[in-house]
């Protein structure tokens, strides 16, 4: 069966959906990498400091602070074993890297590929393909905040997503 225009059409908008929502969940991945890198600082370089103090603590005779910065440091060494920040900058990341991808296939696809096709059956299962890809990565992300989400919608009402040769259009 030949493809119709009016099936084209809703193939567009509906990879047009998806490319929207591929932007605001890889904006809000990546915003929720850059908050756990930033935790991973927050607890590992005062962790690192103090251990360096409490060893000089010790050798300097000063138990009761070398004594109270060791606690300190293994209260620290502890929320980072606990929190791994580190690990979830890291799987955000990578979400927020496979958001992007998948937005740019469907729009490489949406764009130039489409036009090419000339069956329903190859348009839809063509679609169906970022259709599946989209659902696993939902299933397979780690789940973002409400403020990392907010936080995206703001970026992209300003225009932080957009490229330049869309600007126009």
């Known amino acids: 069966m030949t493809l119709s225009n009016d099936l084209k059409q809703k193939i567009r908008v509906e990879l047009q959906r ?3 929502d ?3 969940s890889g904006k809000s991945h990546f915003n929720a990498s850059s908050r756990w890198q930033l935790w991973n600082y927050f607890i590992g370089i005062p962790s690192v400091i103090l251990s360096a103090c409490a ?3 010790f050798f300097g005779d000063h138990a009761t602070v070398a004594g109270l910065m060791t606690s300190a440091v293994t209260v620290l060494a502890a929320l980072i074993t606990f929190l791994k920040p580190s690990e979830r900058s890291s799987e ?3 979400s927020g890297d496979q958001y ?3 937005r740019n296939d469907a729009r490489v696809f949406r764009e130039i590929e489409l036009e090419q096709i000339t069956h329903d059956v190859a348009a839809i ?3 169906n393909g970022f259709t599946k890809r989209r659902n696993e990565l939902n299933q397979a992300s780690p789940q973002f905040s409400n403020r990392d989400r ?3 919608a703001h970026g992209i009402d300003v225009g932080e997503s957009t490229h330049i040769v869309d600007k126009g259009n």
Do not use: R
């Open 18 to 20: 998806m490319e929207e």
């Open 55 to 57: 060893s000089s603590a």
């Open 22 to 24: 591929c932007v605001h």
């Open 125 to 127: 299962a063509g679609m």
């Open 150 to 152: 907010k936080k995206a």
């Open 100 to 102: 992007l991808s998948l």
């Open 92 to 94: 955000h990341k990578s």
